[in-house]
């Protein structure tokens, strides 16, 4: 019965920024549960390396170029895809960036805009394109990717920019769950630490960062992207089926301190 919940068989996944980190262990993590998956990335060469690191594990996947910044593009790959397979099921907004530490004071209004669009504003053009499709057919499981950095300050980069995009993504999750919930589509938030990724690692070499975070860290370490995988497996899964707005902190017991 419980491991029956975590079967994804017969289900359509749509991943977001899946050519690579953890959109690409999501992907590999929802296929192995049975899904029919579909990564999509803004960078072709990203798509085509992700479904061939998949393809050598044994799962196939559909890419789709895609820019989460343009609604209307959003719009029609949500169409798109629900026509071509019948319903997307799961819709996994993982696509985001970060930038260098910038001081408050500093950052540029283009550094500005150009976060949030990506790490806010495409989040939440995923959710509304994808869960009108949800919505109509009474199903459906989205997960968003926060952030520790919605919870807390870090210390000692300097990323408002950053922060307030994902704190925001938190409280996308919480009002749209709390919208949604008696129309049978639910909406989780993973809020994942300092995870072991091309876009992050090369700040673990960083002599002044690496053990101020690790001091805040209880495990004393980062996380892997299967590890997050794993949490949005369960997430997107019925065997969550009871959970909606919820953020669940995968941080190596980061926010405890």
């Not at 995923?126 to 109509?136: D, N, P, Q, V």
């Not at 922060?163 to 919208?179: F, M, P």
């Amino acid at each position: 019965m419980y491991f029956e919940k975590m079967r994804l068989d017969g289900q359509t996944a749509f991943i977001t920024g899946g050519g690579r980190g953890i959109g690409l262990a999501v992907a590999e993590a929802l296929s192995e549960a049975g899904a029919r998956v579909i990564i999509a990335d803004i960078n072709e060469d990203l798509l085509a390396s992700g479904r061939s690191a998949l393809a050598d594990k044994g799962y196939a996947a559909d890419t789709v170029v895609l820019d989460v910044t343009r609604p209307d593009d959003v719009a029609q790959a949500a169409t798109a895809a629900n026509a071509r397979y019948g319903a997307v099921d799961i819709l996994v907004a993982n696509a985001g960036i970060a930038w260098p530490d910038t001081p408050g004071e500093d950052i540029a209004d283009d550094i500005w805009r150009r976060l949030i669009d990506v790490d806010l504003n495409g989040v939440f053009w995923s959710c509304r394109e994808f869960g009108k499709h949800m919505l109509a057919r009474g199903r459906g499981s989205i997960v968003t990717l926060g952030s520790i950095s919605g919870l807390i300050s870090n210390k000692p980069q300097r990323q408002a920019h950053y922060n307030s995009a994902k704190a925001a993504v938190h409280h996308l999750t919480k009002s749209l769950g709390g919208e949604w919930a008696e129309r049978g589509v639910r909406i989780n938030c993973v809020a994942p630490t300092y995870v072991d990724t091309p876009m992050s690692n090369t700040s673990f070499v960083d002599p002044e960062r690496m053990p101020i975070w690790m001091d805040f860290t209880p495990m004393r370490r980062v996380a892997k992207p299967d590890e997050i995988a794993s949490a949005i497996l369960f997430l997107a899964s019925d065997a969550a089926s009871a959970m909606t707005g919820a953020v669940v902190p995968v941080d190596c017991g980061y926010t405890i301190w």
